[in-house]
């Protein structure tokens, strides 16, 4: 595809397979078109890593961020369980948000937590709110640790960040959907891998090794959850989609 910007005619055309369609540069569909290859030149340049919260490093997509919040806000998760903690940024967040509402807790899982960056989590402003649990995942032993640190009656959303190839992810989603609560969320992050797939930091197996594909084949073989990007609270604009690394991401329990 082959996207032209005239910035004096306003305009922004697309090229794609013979067929060409021209839009207004300062459309939906125009910013529609250059915010999914920002996306991927920004993935690239690896734009997420220059972001922190709290002081560590959260590696994330600042609009990703704050629609996440939004809907903690809304659920009010008892426990917020992720997968994944690499510098702890994401567990730094979910903690602020959770003492800022007056309850909750967050327990962080991975394979391998280096010790420089547990010791900068344990000793943060926030570590009463954070539990870590060192192993694989998907591993039963790791799962049913977790499982006992939830009480009955407890609130539960779940993000997946941790290893992102489908198959991983389709373990994880089997392993802790149970833990959701109804009308909270599993969610399984940075399924832009797919869109990813031809760029210089790309892999061709992206195309279909991806957290999206877990979710979809999820989702259909789960009725009791439905893929449903939760909808915003606020909206001046005719925006409809998010400028997002987690498309296909989120899993609501019904």
């Given at each position: 595809?082959?996207?032209i910007?005239?910035?004096?005619?306003?305009?922004?055309?697309?090229?794609?397979?013979?067929?060409?369609?021209?839009?207004?540069?300062?459309?939906?569909?125009?910013?529609?078109r250059?915010?999914?290859?920002?996306?991927?030149?920004?993935?690239?340049?690896?734009?997420?890593?220059?972001?922190?919260?709290?002081?560590r490093?959260?590696?994330?997509?600042?609009?990703?961020?704050?629609?996440?919040?939004?809907?903690?806000?809304?659920?009010?998760?008892?426990?917020?369980?992720?997968?994944g903690?690499?510098?702890?940024?994401?567990?730094?967040?979910?903690?602020?948000?959770?003492?800022?509402?007056?309850?909750?807790?967050?327990?962080?899982?991975?394979?391998?937590?280096?010790?420089?960056?547990?010791k900068?989590?344990?000793?943060?402003?926030?570590?009463?709110?954070?539990?870590?649990?060192e192993?694989?995942?998907?591993a039963?032993?790791?799962?049913?640790?977790?499982?006992?640190?939830?009480?009955?009656?407890?609130?539960v959303?779940?993000?997946?960040?941790?290893?992102?190839?489908?198959?991983?992810?389709?373990?994880?989603?089997?392993?802790?959907?149970d833990?959701?609560?109804?009308?909270s969320?599993?969610?399984?992050?940075?399924?832009?891998?797919?869109?990813?797939?031809?760029?210089?930091?790309?892999?061709?197996?992206?195309?279909?090794?991806?957290?999206?594909?877990?979710?979809?084949?999820?989702?259909?073989?789960?009725?009791?959850?439905?893929?449903?990007?939760?909808?915003?609270p606020?909206?001046?604009?005719?925006?409809?989609?998010?400028?997002?690394?987690?498309?296909?991401?989120?899993?609501?329990?019904?």
């Open positions: 595809m082959k996207l910007v005239d910035t004096e005619a306003k305009t922004l055309t697309e090229e794609e397979k013979g067929h060409v369609r021209q839009f207004d540069l300062y459309s939906k569909e125009a910013f529609e250059l915010s999914r290859q920002w996306v991927r030149v920004g993935w690239n340049q690896k734009y997420p890593y220059t972001f922190s919260w709290m002081g490093p959260i590696i994330q997509l600042p609009e990703d961020m704050i629609r996440t919040q939004e809907v903690i806000y809304r659920v009010k998760p008892d426990v917020v369980v992720e997968t903690v690499a510098h702890g940024g994401s567990l730094i967040f979910y903690a602020s948000l959770l003492k800022a509402m007056g309850k909750g807790r967050v327990i962080g899982i991975d394979i391998e937590i280096r010790p420089r960056n547990r900068a989590i344990e000793a943060h402003e926030l570590t009463e709110y954070i539990t870590l649990v192993g694989s995942s998907a039963p032993q790791t799962v049913n640790a977790v499982k006992k640190m939830i009480k009955p009656g407890e609130t959303l779940v993000m997946l960040d941790s290893n992102h190839t489908k198959q991983h992810v389709a373990d994880e989603l089997a392993a802790y959907h833990l959701v609560t109804a009308g969320y599993i969610v399984a992050t940075d399924g832009i891998m797919k869109d990813l797939y031809d760029v210089p930091r790309g892999s061709p197996d992206w195309k279909w090794n991806n957290p999206t594909a877990a979710t979809a084949e999820f989702a259909q073989q789960h009725p009791d959850f439905e893929l449903a990007q939760p909808k915003r606020f909206g001046e604009s005719d925006l409809t989609e998010n400028i997002t690394h987690w498309p296909g991401a989120w899993l609501r329990k019904k």
